[in-house]
């Protein structure tokens, strides 16, 4: 799943959907009259308030308070769920208004800790801890400013803001008008992130060269829309309307004389002003931030107050183990070697047998996609074995945009919303299809829809009973740590004792998919805090995970670019997984997956110790009943 750093904790609400914030944008239109729309968020009951009885009235303002906050702070993250209150505005990302939401955020985060909190519900202290986690990490991470490195290959104004159309409602005339201002903003936007990567120079913070790879071509396609406007990506919603729309028009006449011409600019800026001033180092502690960065990374994305050492240490432990598992999965495959003694040697045979036999490989872009969609299909039907509570909202398979994929992620998800009437889509990329191998499909499809991201994502956008700020939370730990999670309940569904992973191949496809979360613990401590040089961490990922070449080297780029986020998937899935051994060794038979994974989703995301609580309480509960 893509997301963001979080600079705000408003940033990592708009992440969830799985798309990449890059930043914000200024804003643009002029306000609408109070009359226009209505003063109260959709999102806050809109006079269905039964949930709030018995809550303390005093957190509630606060709460409701910080959703409006979010909601207009980030104007298309509200569009998308619905609310359509700021849909001809893009986000401010200038120093302005960063400083006038800190001090925002730091009031807030002073007049909750002056609440008296005697007498308040179980749901009270809940939100008022998650929301006083969000606002101190908000304090915490201003001081590493980072909306001075905007851009990357894999990130930033020129991958998200294209793709930002296919995200959005358009149901009338109303919204197709509301995007094309969003559109003409969009020069306004680039023009700000510039000044701020200038900022950024000044003040020596700039990222390591090796992370810009693709920005720039990126930025010339984008240019191209001046010729060509109905070709861009920003024209994407109005090739439904006629061509003599007036919406259409001036979406056109805005790519052409305002976003092509913004983005050749950037990609001037990027390559003749930022490029050689990018540093040679990898790691974030060679900054000028130090390891104070990294340290702040791994706490923010793992919600855990643990050192780089110590993830270092459960990733060389947890290398070790799936490798043993790994190699009595070779023995189960039709591989001519595979009934040879375990060894390093045979597991890095069998690696390059994977590599390079067509056999595993799609020999089109259209078998790639059909194929998860047949995966996803499958495990539709046993959701009902594992879950009590199921989304509503639907989701599809699509390819990443080709202008986008070069640079991309194998796959990733991209949420919706049922209140605003859009699907999800599991984004998966068709670029060099000898880099996708077949065996990682089961579990990836787990991972990306359901059980992982779809289900778990859209599911608590529809939770009832809750204040809609439990809603619009975004914990990497445990979102990505659930996705790992359910990689693995493929096994448990299905007809078979490996379940939906039938084929040893799919099953050595799951383990090298848990290997590749394992080995992130090591390689990404390993480059920003123990030394580790990238061919180093490519070489590790090699010899120890049945990925391709290519995923690997990007894999290694999206670590150096984003410290501390991928230590998250498996220190996450490590803690759903110890909770779950613990509630099956104290229920014993009287165990009920469903129940568990309800009570694993039920209130939202949670950092990791606020779902270690509700879970022990859960257990302790179930145990006590006859």
């Known amino acids: 799943?893509?997301?963001?750093?979080?600079?705000?904790?408003?940033?990592?609400?708009?992440?969830?959907?799985?798309?990449?914030?890059?930043?914000?944008?200024?804003?643009?239109?002029?306000?609408?009259?109070?009359?226009?729309?209505?003063?109260?968020?959709?999102?806050?009951?809109?006079?269905?308030?039964?949930?709030?009885?018995?809550?303390?009235?005093?957190?509630?303002?606060?709460?409701?308070?910080h959703v409006e906050w979010m909601l207009r702070e980030n104007p298309v993250m509200a569009s998308g769920r619905g609310d359509k209150r700021y849909n001809d505005r893009l986000e401010d990302p200038s120093p302005e208004a960063i400083s006038r939401r800190l001090a925002e955020q730091t009031d807030r985060l002073a007049r909750l800790s002056e609440l008296e909190r005697s007498g308040w519900s179980e749901a009270d202290h809940v939100d008022a801890d998650l929301l006083r986690f969000e606002l101190q990490s908000a304090a915490a991470g201003a001081r590493f400013h980072g909306e001075h490195t905007p851009v990357n290959g894999r990130n930033g104004p020129q991958v998200w803001l294209p793709?930002?159309?296919?995200?959005?409602?358009?149901?009338?005339?109303?919204?197709?008008?509301?995007?094309?201002?969003?559109?003409?903003?969009?020069?306004?936007?680039?023009?700000?992130?510039?000044?701020?990567?200038?900022?950024?120079?000044?003040?020596?913070?700039?990222?390591?060269?090796?992370?810009?790879?693709?920005?720039?071509?990126?930025?010339?396609?984008?240019?191209?829309?001046?010729?060509?406007?109905?070709?861009?990506?920003?024209?994407?919603?109005?090739?439904a309307l006629p061509a003599d729309d007036a919406n259409a028009a001036r979406a056109r006449k805005a790519i052409a004389e305002g976003i092509a011409p913004a983005f050749a600019r950037l990609g001037d800026f990027l390559e003749k002003e930022y490029l050689p001033r990018c540093r040679e180092s990898i790691a974030v502690s060679e900054g000028v931030d130090g390891i104070a960065a990294y340290d702040f990374a791994l706490r923010d994305h793992t919600t855990l107050d643990v050192t780089a050492e110590r993830v270092h240490e459960i990733g060389v432990s947890e290398v070790a183990r799936i490798r043993a598992e790994m190699m009595e999965v070779i023995a189960r495959t039709d591989w001519p070697r595979a009934d040879e003694k375990p060894s390093d040697a045979l597991h890095a045979a069998f690696l390059e047998y994977l590599r390079t036999d067509s056999r595993f490989y799609c020999t089109s872009e259209e078998e790639l996609l059909a194929g998860y969609r047949n995966i996803c299909k499958l495990m539709d039907a046993e959701l009902p074995k594992l879950f009590s509570m199921l989304p509503r909202l639907t989701y599809g398979v699509r390819e990443i945009p080709p202008f986008a994929a070069k640079n991309s992620p194998t796959a990733y998800y991209y949420r919706g919303s049922l209140k605003a009437g859009i699907p999800a889509w599991f984004m998966a990329n068709t670029y060099r299809l000898d880099q996708r191998p077949k065996y990682e499909m089961v579990a990836l499809a787990l991972h990306e829809a359901v059980p992982g991201h779809h289900l778990q994502v859209a599911l608590h956008e529809e939770l009832e009973g809750v204040h809609p700020f439990r809603t619009m939370n975004w914990f990497t730990a445990y979102g990505e740590g659930?996705?790992?999670?359910?990689?693995?309940?493929?096994?448990?569904?299905?007809?078979?004792?490996?379940?939906?992973?039938?084929?040893?191949?799919?099953?050595?496809?799951?383990?090298?998919?848990?290997?590749?979360?394992?080995?992130?613990?090591?390689?990404?401590?390993?480059?920003?805090?123990?030394?580790?040089?990238?061919?180093?961490?490519?070489?590790?990922?090699?010899?120890?995970?049945?990925?391709?070449?290519?995923?690997?080297?990007?894999?290694?780029?999206?670590?150096?670019?984003?410290?501390?986020?991928?230590?998250?998937?498996?220190?996450?899935?490590?803690?759903?997984?110890?909770l779950r051994g613990r509630a099956e060794s104290v229920l014993g038979a009287r165990f009920d997956v469903r129940a568990f994974h309800e009570a694993v989703l039920g209130a939202g995301p949670l950092p990791l110790p606020a779902l270690e609580e509700r879970v022990l309480r859960w257990i302790d509960a179930a145990s006590k009943v006859e």
């Open 1 to 65: 799943m893509k997301t963001q750093k979080r600079n705000l904790s408003v940033v990592i609400a708009a992440a969830v959907m799985g798309v990449v914030c890059a930043g914000g944008a200024v804003g643009v239109a002029a306000a609408q009259t109070a009359g226009e729309q209505p003063a109260r968020s959709v999102l806050l009951g809109a006079g269905d308030d039964a949930w709030r009885m018995g809550r303390s009235a005093a957190l509630l303002a606060i709460l409701d308070e």
């Open 163 to 239: 793709q930002m159309g296919d995200q959005l409602p358009f149901f009338g005339p109303q919204d197709y008008a509301d995007f094309a201002a969003r559109l003409e903003a969009v020069p306004r936007q680039i023009e700000q992130h510039i000044r701020n990567m200038r900022a950024g120079l000044e003040a020596g913070r700039v990222p390591p060269r090796v992370v810009m790879a693709g920005a720039v071509e990126q930025c010339r396609v984008l240019a191209g829309g001046a010729e060509a406007p109905t070709l861009s990506p920003f024209y994407g919603p109005y090739r």
């Open 482 to 578: 659930w996705a790992l999670y359910a990689e693995r309940l493929g096994l448990e569904v299905g007809e078979g004792a490996k379940g939906l992973y039938t084929d040893p191949y799919d099953d050595f496809g799951r383990l090298t998919y848990e290997m590749w979360r394992a080995c992130r613990l090591v390689v990404d401590t390993g480059m920003h805090a123990k030394g580790w040089s990238r061919q180093r961490a490519i070489d590790f990922m090699l010899n120890n995970t049945g990925l391709s070449a290519l995923n690997i080297e990007r894999e290694v780029d999206r670590y150096i670019a984003w410290p501390g986020q991928a230590t998250a998937y498996k220190m996450g899935e490590l803690k759903i997984r110890e």
